[in-house]
């Protein structure tokens, strides 16, 4: 990896891509995942680089579902395997939910290399070797585990291509996403779809289920009750629009 000065104004998205990339050169990520970064970190851009209202109140309310879940799981790829494989175990210990290799561009070295990353990371069990179970789906995104993917009732699948979302959708599951794009099919057909970066995302993810868990049974079904996604997803884009709208404001050459 290109070692990136701390203190360069980009230092984040930098880190972000040497990530990928290294995931890449190690065989974890797929070439096409660096096209998947680039389109958010574009969408990154727009957002103003930061976890917006609507992310963090998406954010609260995909902690509640997955801490109120009987069987959640947490669906990784290659992407979110190099970018934080930490910060996925740590929501998983704290959520109590499992988690499961789930390949677009699938191969078993891939699967397999996916999982020693996680279990380097702490995880002590992944799914995903061994699928005994199919989705609806035509591509290798249909294979999943039984006692994971398959029988879970919330699935948070960050940075998904949108007709697993929607398969899953269809088969009566919460389905939590984190996707950069709000115009995206996968923003679109979610149950909550938070519209941050994934970095910020899990980490918030994470100080809230450390603070959630405390709170009564109640508070947290009331969360989920009221949460609107509709109303979420249209904030999400008109918070891009006032971004924008103060960046025009304050261009000057
Ligand atoms: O590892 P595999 O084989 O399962 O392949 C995974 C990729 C990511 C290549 C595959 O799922 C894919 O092609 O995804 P898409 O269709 O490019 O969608 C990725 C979505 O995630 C896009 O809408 C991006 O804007 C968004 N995205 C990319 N990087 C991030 C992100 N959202 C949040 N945080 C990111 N770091």
Redesign the pocket.
Known sequence: MTDIPQDHPRYESLL?REKVAAGVKMGI??I??L??????????YLIGERSTESALYAERAAVAALLLAKNPVISV?????A?APEKVVSLADITGAKIEV?????TET?VHLIIEQLKANGASEVLGKNPDASLELSH??RLVESRGIYSADVVLV?????DRCEKLVEMGKTVIT????PL?R??GTATISIV????R?LQNMIKFGVEMKKERREELVKLITTYDNKEVLSEAISEIQEHLKTMAAEMEY
Do not use: C, K, M, Y
């Not at 789930?102 to 699938?106: D, E, K, M, Q, V």
């Open positions: 972000a990520t797929s096409q995942g096209i998947a970064q680039g389109r958010g970190e574009s969408f990154d790829n290659g992407n979110v395997a970018l789930n390949l677009f561009h699938r891939r290798a995104r960050p940075l998904e291509d949108g984190i996707d950069l794009n995206s996968t923003s941050d970066n994934l970095t995302a």
